[in-house]
Each structure stands twice: as C-alpha cells, then as structure tokens.
C-alpha cells in the first residue's frame, strides 16, 4: 500500500508561478512512474505527466511543454511540479498518483494509488 499527499495548490494570477509536491509513504523504486493528472470542472481527468522514478526521465503533455517540469528527490520519496507561465486553463485539481506500468501511461486505471488532489485556480 502506498499512500500519496499532495501539497501546494492556491490561487494565482496568469503567469504567475506554483510548485505542488508529491510525497509517497514508502520508497517507490519499484515503481516506474509518478505522474501527475489534473481534473477541471466538468472535464475528464487528464495525464499532465511523469518522471521515471528510477532514470528520472519525463514525459509531457503538450499543452504544459515548456512551462511545467516534474523532478524528484529520492531521499524524500517526493515528487515535484513545477508550473511557470500558469494560464486560466490551467485551473484544475491537480493528482499525483503512481503505476508500476512503464512508459508513462496516460489511462488512469492503470494507475493504482491517487494522492487526495490539490486545487490550482488561475486567474487572468
């Protein structure tokens, strides 16, 4: 059982800057992916993207290319999402959840343990 707690969400005005953290309750090395996911109002639940627990290697969706990067830090079992250049569509409950499928799956059954969401609002 792996236990996600997500922390960091809040309000900010476009272009400004959040950064949600991840923290599992036990070492996921065996786990290949944490990925974060987002819902907004109405709207299916989405693949923002991942890291590699293990290489460290990411995987993106286009729509936060450029703007979002995900890093880790092993010693603290956490993983990190940093958004820059935040838009209003950006606004959402934000997930991280993790699979011990590889290659960054972007379907959420394959993803076993969810944190409990954080809210990001964007305002213009």
């Known amino acids: 059982q792996v236990q996600l707690v997500e922390s960091g969400g809040g309000q900010v005005q476009a272009g400004g800057s959040l950064r949600l953290s991840c923290t599992a309750s036990?070492?996921?090395?065996?786990?290949?992916?944490m990925a974060w996911f987002r819902q907004a109002p109405g709207k299916e639940r989405e693949f923002v993207g991942g890291?590699?627990?293990?290489?460290?290697?990411?995987l993106y969706t286009d729509s936060v290319k450029g703007r979002f990067t995900i890093s880790r830090d092993n010693a603290k079992n956490t993983v990190y999402l940093q958004m820059n250049s935040l838009k209003p569509e950006d606004t959402a409950v934000y997930y991280c959840?993790?699979?011990?499928?590889?290659?960054?799956?972007?379907?959420?059954?394959?993803?076993?343990?969810w944190g409990q969401g954080t809210q990001v609002t964007v305002s213009s």
């Open positions: 959840a993790t699979t011990e499928v590889p290659n960054f799956p972007r379907s959420i059954v394959l993803y076993e343990f």
């Open positions: 036990t070492h996921t090395f065996t786990r290949y992916t």
């Open positions: 890291i590699n627990w293990n290489e460290g290697s990411t």
